[in-house]
């Protein structure tokens, strides 16, 4: 017997658009995702890691705040590459960002509610009036996040490339989000991702 472990049956490269059910990563973040991890392909996404799937938990949490964060989707580079684990993550919150300032890894880039990134996170916060939520008058703040999943380490590469990258995929993620719950004008979030500081 060798020591190499035995690669899963239903086990699976893709390419990034096909993440996290084929509706999270667009093709400008699917870019995003190789400037991040410096690959294009991926292990598939496990079948429950959907950003339908996600929605329909948001529905169902909805008016709750949640207390922590939940996962939409883990990307894992294939075996063989040099690991890397990106989590992408919702939650529900209470109202609209306050005013404090952001902490100073953070740029402020101006897309939905707030959307802030570093080099190796970036969140993105929208407001959702949609008939899917329980109470369709009220409004859903979510937040959707975008984080290395490691040890903090000094990042490698050019950083503001990197602060563009993650704003990317936060971007990407959350307007699949907003239209997978039928947002009103897709909860304020542009077509492309604005990535100039606010």
Request: hydrophobic fraction near 40%.
């Amino acid at each position: 017997m060798d020591g190499t472990p035995k690669t899963p049956k239903d086990y699976k490269v893709v390419a990034a658009t096909q993440l996290c059910g084929g509706k999270a990563v667009s093709a400008g973040a699917s870019r995003a995702l190789k400037v991040i991890t410096g690959t294009s392909r991926f292990e598939a996404s496990a079948e429950e890691y959907t950003v339908a799937q996600a929605a329909a938990d948001l529905v169902q949490t909805f008016p709750v705040t949640t207390v922590g964060r939940e996962d939409l989707c883990r990307v894992y580079t294939p075996i063989g590459a040099p690991d890397f684990d990106l989590r992408i993550t919702w939650r529900l919150v209470d109202g609209a960002p306050s005013d404090e300032p952001a902490a100073p890894k953070f740029t402020v880039l101006k897309m939905g509610e707030e959307a802030l990134a570093a080099e190796d996170m970036a969140y993105v916060q929208f407001a959702c009036r949609s008939d899917r939520l329980l109470n369709s008058s009220s409004v859903a703040h979510i937040v959707i996040g975008v984080q290395h999943w490691a040890v903090p380490t000094e990042p490698e590469g050019d950083v503001e490339a990197l602060k563009d990258a993650y704003a990317t995929v936060a971007h990407s993620v959350s307007l699949a989000m907003a239209k997978e719950l039928g947002c009103e004008d897709d909860g304020g979030l542009p077509a492309q991702p604005v990535l100039d500081p606010a």
